[in-house]
């Protein structure tokens, strides 16, 4: 029953990478993009980590895999933050059909 949920939780990851590589060529411009790639290797990540937590034989291991998935969990949507602030600053400009929400 544990390698069959492992499994689940690895297709579930190959398709959030598959839907961020899928939105890395689709959406229109460089936020649209990063927005896309971060959610897509974010919960990739996560299931792929939760995949091997299932199957992991020990404890030691099992803490590690935690301290990652946390590290990778703060570090990936903040990057894609500061990216999307360094084109900001920069000029990248998002296409005409992009809606901005105003604040």
């Known amino acids: 029953m544990i390698k069959f949920i492992a499994t689940i939780c690895f297709i579930g990851s190959f398709l959030a990478f598959s839907l961020g590589t899928l939105g890395l060529f689709r959406f229109p411009d460089p936020y649209t ?7 897509g290797d974010t919960l990739g990540v996560g299931f792929m980590g939760i995949g091997l937590l299932l199957l992991s034989p020990s404890w030691i291991l099992r803490f590690k895999l935690i301290f990652i998935l946390i590290l990778f969990w703060i570090i990936n949507p903040t990057m894609s933050h500061l990216i999307a602030k360094a084109g900001v600053m920069y000029g990248a400009r998002p296409t005409k059909t992009t809606r901005m929400r105003k604040e």
């Open 33 to 39: 993009r990063i927005h896309g790639v971060g959610i």
